[in-house]
């Protein structure tokens, strides 16, 4: 059974990617360990309603430093049982992974059921520069990949530049491009590599990896990572990166949230998560992403049966992150009730389903709202982020 592993940077598209192959499988049954950088499972959240009892989920650090290979193989015997009928397994990788970690993981495994299926990489054609030029190590993880997606080509200020950039740093790995992770599922599942590009794979690329120093538990609010990678971890993407997770089961108020969303510092890169506001929608909870500048909301159901609790995850760099905390807590309703202009600053980032990709501002009616306690808040469209697919 062949073992894939999706990895890419925070906000990427992995788990957006991973959603549409689980619905467009052509009938190939798909498990999943989804790992999550923070304590709350927020991947694992978006995918388990499609998977089932064939997911397993690891929060609140990185896989490649929280377990090792025999714990890997723990999880890969229970996705592995005959009984759960699963044709592949991919191994979805919090954004600040190291893949080549994770790839000696899956070599190492004991399990005389799995095979190495391939590494993918997931690149953000529109933060492509900017996360190149912040993290150089980029360069290694393409050089590594049997197929790099390059999602969000839609958004990218020059996307054929942004291709022919990529092209140039794999080593013979297919280049695709994509929009909202729309992928044929048979490019993920026939980017095995030969033998002797695992040979390569085990001893060249991943040896002088590690000697160039892969490896760290990340700090941070939630304090992943550490444990029993040592200092062999200290050089991964993580370390320099801090967590906050939040979680209320008070309902937000929409204008004191999108204040905090609109003063957000330059180092919070990635926030993702449910929001649930309380008497402005009780029907519904909002997923909220956010990589860098661009933002979006998602309404959806809530669940049938469990709490409606707001839980956010918060990823950045060199952030204050309990004032960043506090500054949520101030976020929570007052009041039971809501007023009929409340939302108006949330819907100016909701793309209802089935609505292709539109600029900001462009959003149907939502575009002529103007909020009367907020004025001129949605009068210039190029004050706000684009409206993109959820980021994961």
């Given at each position: 059974?062949?073992?894939?592993v999706?990895?890419?940077f925070?906000?990427?598209?992995?788990?957006?990617?991973?959603?549409?192959?689980?619905?467009?499988?052509?009938?190939?049954?798909?498990?999943?360990?989804?790992?999550?950088?923070?304590?709350?499972?927020?991947?694992?959240?978006?995918?388990?309603?499609?998977?089932g009892?064939?997911?397993?989920?690891?929060?609140?650090?990185?896989?490649?430093?929280?377990?090792?290979?025999?714990?890997?193989?723990?999880?890969?015997?229970?996705?592995?049982?005959?009984?759960a009928?699963?044709?592949?397994i991919v191994?979805?990788?919090?954004?600040?992974?190291?893949?080549?970690?994770?790839?000696?993981?899956?070599?190492?495994?004991?399990?005389?059921?799995?095979?190495?299926?391939?590494?993918?990489?997931?690149?953000?054609?529109?933060?492509?520069?900017?996360?190149r030029?912040?993290?150089?190590?980029?360069?290694?993880?393409?050089?590594?990949?049997?197929?790099?997606?390059?999602?969000?080509?839609?958004?990218?200020?020059?996307?054929?530049?942004?291709?022919?950039?990529?092209?140039?740093?794999?080593?013979?790995?297919?280049?695709?491009?994509?929009?909202?992770?729309?992928?044929?599922?048979?490019?993920?599942?026939?980017?095995?590599?030969?033998?002797?590009?695992?040979?390569?794979?085990?001893?060249?690329?991943?040896?002088?990896?590690?000697?160039?120093?892969?490896?760290?538990?990340?700090?941070?609010?939630?304090?992943?990572?550490?444990g029993?990678?040592?200092?062999?971890h200290?050089?991964?993407?993580?370390?320099?990166?801090?967590?906050?997770?939040?979680?209320?089961?008070?309902?937000?108020?929409?204008?004191?949230l999108?204040?905090?969303?609109?003063?957000?510092?330059d180092?919070?890169?990635?926030?993702?998560?449910?929001?649930?506001?309380?008497?402005?929608?009780?029907?519904?909870?909002?997923?909220?992403?956010?990589?860098?500048?661009?933002?979006?909301f998602?309404?959806?159901?809530?669940?049938?049966?469990?709490?409606?609790?707001?839980?956010?995850?918060?990823?950045?760099s060199?952030?204050d992150?309990?004032?960043?905390?506090?500054?949520?807590?101030?976020?929570?309703?007052?009041?039971?009730?809501?007023?009929?202009?409340?939302m108006?600053?949330?819907?100016?980032?909701?793309?209802?389903?089935?609505?292709?990709?539109?600029?900001?501002?462009?959003?149907?009616?939502?575009?002529?709202?103007?909020?009367?306690?907020?004025?001129?808040?949605?009068?210039?469209?190029?004050?706000?982020?684009?409206?993109?697919?959820?980021?994961?």
């Amino acid at each position: 059974m062949p073992v894939v592993v999706l990895a890419g940077f925070l906000g990427s598209g992995k788990t957006t990617l991973l959603n549409h192959l689980l619905h467009h499988s052509g009938g190939s049954r798909i498990g999943a360990i989804v790992n999550d950088f923070g304590a709350i499972e927020i991947d694992a959240m978006a995918v388990a309603g499609a998977l089932g009892d064939s997911t397993v989920s690891l929060g609140n650090g990185c896989l490649c430093c929280a377990v090792d290979a025999g714990e890997l193989d723990q999880y890969l015997d229970r996705l592995t049982r005959p009984r759960a009928g699963i044709d592949v397994i991919v191994v979805e990788a919090s954004g600040l992974a190291e893949p080549q970690e994770l790839v000696r993981m899956v070599l190492a495994s004991e399990n005389p059921r799995v095979v190495y299926g391939g590494l993918v990489e997931v690149v953000d054609a529109a933060e492509f520069d900017g996360t190149r030029a912040r993290h150089p190590e980029i360069d290694r993880h393409l050089a590594l990949a049997d197929l790099v997606v390059v999602n969000k080509a839609d958004r990218a200020d020059d996307a054929e530049r942004v291709l022919a950039t990529v092209r140039s740093l794999v080593d013979r790995a297919a280049v695709v491009p994509a929009t909202y992770g729309r992928v044929d599922p048979e490019f993920l599942f026939d980017c095995r590599p030969g033998e002797e590009r695992v040979g390569q794979l085990s001893f060249d690329d991943l040896h002088l990896a590690e000697e160039d120093g892969g490896g760290g538990g990340g700090g941070g609010e939630d304090g992943p990572g550490g444990g029993s990678g040592g200092d062999r971890h200290t050089g991964h993407l993580h370390a320099g990166y801090d967590t906050l997770s939040f979680v209320s089961d008070v309902p937000l108020d929409p204008r004191r949230l999108m204040r905090f969303l609109d003063s957000r510092p330059d180092g919070l890169y990635r926030i993702k998560g449910y929001v649930g506001f309380g008497p402005y929608d009780p029907r519904n909870r909002y997923a909220v992403h956010a990589v860098g500048r661009f933002l979006r909301f998602y309404p959806e159901p809530w669940p049938a049966g469990g709490p409606r609790r707001t839980q956010l995850v918060l990823i950045g760099s060199g952030t204050d992150m309990p004032a960043l905390a506090g500054e949520l807590q101030e976020c929570e309703q007052d009041t039971p009730h809501a007023d009929e202009h409340g939302m108006w600053g949330v819907l100016r980032y909701v793309r209802g389903p089935g609505q292709e990709e539109a600029p900001a501002g462009a959003h149907g009616a939502a575009e002529a709202l103007e909020d009367p306690e907020d004025p001129g808040a949605a009068e210039d469209p190029g004050d706000a982020p684009d409206i993109e697919d959820p980021p994961v």
